[in-house]
């Protein structure tokens, strides 16, 4: 059961959050541009990546359960869980700025141009970014004693 949960866990990471990461920085530069359409299928595609980005959480989760011998326990697997739970939320915020983006430029005044939540996006987008380097180094590196 291991060698199964192990390439779910792998699985997802690589299918899910590889592409999260293009989509949230690729966002500001469609602000930028003021392309509605394809800012809406960014926010759209953002949000599938991020539901489907929990099946990394949740195989991860599975697997430590079924490693046993209190691996979740330790110091390395608990702040990989809480920062990809700060990751999550930080992901909420970048979508909740997706969809207020697509509002204002989707609307008929030329004063609101989305700069607040351009900046925004990209900021959080840098950061998520950097905490899912952080998490992948936790996952490697304590454990290749």
């Known amino acids: 059961m291991s060698p199964l949960l192990t390439w779910l866990h792998v699985g997802f990471a690589i299918f899910t959050i590889g592409p ?15 392309n509605v359409a394809v800012l809406q299928n960014l926010q759209r595609t953002a949000r599938i990546y991020s539901l489907g980005s929990l099946g990394v959480l949740i195989f991860g989760l599975a697997l430590g359960l079924n490693m046993g011998n209190g691996v979740l326990g330790q110091w390395y697997m608990t702040a990989s869980m809480t920062l990809f739970i700060v990751a999550a939320v930080l992901l909420v915020i970048i979508d909740r700025d997706l969809r207020t983006a697509v509002r204002a430029l989707s609307s008929e005044s030329p004063d609101d141009d989305a700069k607040v939540q351009n900046g ?6 840098g950061i998520v ?13 304590p454990t290749a004693r």
Request: no cysteine; glycine share 0%.
């Open 20 to 34: 999260l990461t293009a989509v949230t920085m690729a966002a500001p530069r469609a602000i930028r541009n003021k």
């Open 120 to 125: 925004r996006i990209a900021a959080l987008s």
């Open 129 to 141: 970014a950097l905490i899912w380097l952080v998490i992948l180094f936790l996952m490697i590196v």
